[in-house]
Nanobody
Framework: QVQLEESGGGSVQRGGSLRLSCAAS????????MSWHRQAPGKARQFVAR???????TYADSVKGRFTVSGNRGILTTYLQMTNVKLEDSAVYYC????????????????WGQGTRVTVSP
């Protein structure tokens, strides 16, 4: 139906940079917003950043000034640019999208990707 695929995860040293991508595909009519979340081992999933179709952007306080979220036209693909990463940024990063499915109900449904792991080393 609708697939979200994250990419760009990997290992990075503290203070370094990494860029994650999330691409929506399948029966996508429109994307109303995409969010990034992360989950570290033994911890609850937490919100990281969000971008909406009208360009509204929000960040968690823990990443403000270090992470930047952006998207292409229609936000079918979004990017999470991570800079000055910290050890506590290590987690599996998930993409979530509010998608209106082509041929379906004319309201957004919630979809999640499988996640991409980010490991920050000292």
């Amino acid at each position: 139906q609708v697939q979200l695929e994250e990419s760009g995860g990997g290992s990075v040293q503290r203070g370094g940079s990494l860029r994650l991508s999330c691409a929506a595909s399948g029966e996508v009519f429109s994307v109303h917003g995409m969010s990034w979340h992360r989950q570290a081992p033994g911890k609850a999933r937490q919100f990281v950043a969000r971008i909406t179709r009208d360009g509204t952007i929000t960040y968690a306080d823990s990443v403000k000034g270090r992470f930047t979220v952006s998207g292409n036209r229609g936000i079918l693909t979004t990017y999470l640019q991570m800079t000055n990463v910290k050890l506590e940024d290590s987690a599996v990063y998930y993409c979530q999208a509010d998608v209106v499915v082509a041929g379906g109900k004319n309201r957004p449904s919630d979809f999640w990707g499988q996640g991409t792991r980010v490991t920050v080393s000292p």
